[in-house]
């Protein structure tokens, strides 16, 4: 299949996917556009399968739209694709959501941000990002004064880095309370110098200010109590 599911123009102000598998994918598994007044402004993807065996990408935001105001992917199960969950497209005010899901085998990115808004809204907990060439990028500006959190993952076995943040952000990016592979935290360095010296994943910020991650998980986020 080379597309699963392209919303398409002037189906309302919200639109729910929730509990499909989507196999073999080749292109998409999951679009959401916004090109019209009416097009969605709140998107909720819940419960999804989505595996691909030729380097498709899970969920996108394409960059040639507008992205719906609140985007949350909750519960999702992305394997084997090129980028798992990719946000091409942000405007400033976003709210960006993914919880409690497991992105793994991603060629590229497990979840990349690489849009032009500022003051986006992320929220990612409680995730599962192993086994992938990078488990997350932040590619452009999005923090400002917004809440960009990173918290309670498990980013285990990527690659080339856990969280990579290769431009420079006005704000910062908080990576705390997540398990990096290791009891003592992520691998990684900023301009050669070492973040800190581990065996974890890497975080790769673009200056010492852009990521926060102390405190750090010594142990899987399952371990917690709930």
């Known amino acids: 299949?080379?597309?699963?599911?392209?919303?398409?123009?002037?189906?309302?102000?919200?639109?729910?996917?929730?509990?499909?598998?989507l196999t073999n994918i080749e292109n998409t598994g999951i679009t959401l556009q916004n090109n019209e007044t009416n097009d969605p402004t709140t998107a909720n993807i819940d419960g999804v399968t989505i595996d691909s065996s030729s380097g498709a990408t899970g969920i996108i935001v394409?960059?040639?739209?507008?992205?719906?105001s609140s985007l949350n992917v909750d519960n999702a199960d992305i394997n084997d694709t090129d980028v798992g969950v990719a946000f091409n497209q942000t405007?400033?005010?976003?709210?960006?959501?993914?919880?409690?899901?497991?992105i793994t085998n991603s060629g590229s990115q497990g979840?990349?941000?690489?849009g032009s808004?500022?003051?986006?809204?992320?929220?990612?907990?409680?995730?599962?990002?192993?086994?992938?060439?990078?488990?997350?990028?932040?590619?452009?500006?999005?923090?400002?004064t917004a809440s960009v959190n990173f918290t309670f993952n498990d980013i285990t076995n990527n690659q080339n880095a856990g969280l990579d943040v290769s431009t420079g952000q006005t704000g910062t990016v908080n990576a705390n309370y997540s398990y990096?592979?290791?009891?003592?935290?992520?691998?990684?360095?900023?301009?050669?110098?070492?973040?800190?010296d581990s065996t974890g994943n890497e975080v790769a910020p673009k200056g010492s200010s852009d990521?926060?991650?102390?405190?750090?998980l010594t142990e899987s986020v399952d371990t917690l109590e709930p």
């Open 211 to 216: 990521v926060t991650f102390t405190p750090f």
């Open 111 to 114: 979840i990349i941000l690489d």
């Open 91 to 102: 405007t400033d005010g976003n709210l960006v959501s993914v919880t409690n899901s497991e």
């Open 180 to 196: 990096w592979g290791s009891s003592y935290g992520p691998g990684g360095a900023v301009d050669g110098n070492s973040v800190v």
């Open 62 to 68: 394409p960059s040639a739209n507008s992205a719906p």
């Open 1 to 21: 299949t080379n597309d699963g599911i392209l919303t398409t123009s002037n189906i309302g102000s919200t639109v729910n996917v929730s509990d499909v598998e």
């Open 117 to 144: 808004g500022n003051d986006v809204e992320v929220r990612t907990h409680f995730n599962t990002l192993s086994e992938n060439a990078k488990a997350i990028e932040v590619s452009s500006d999005i923090t400002g």
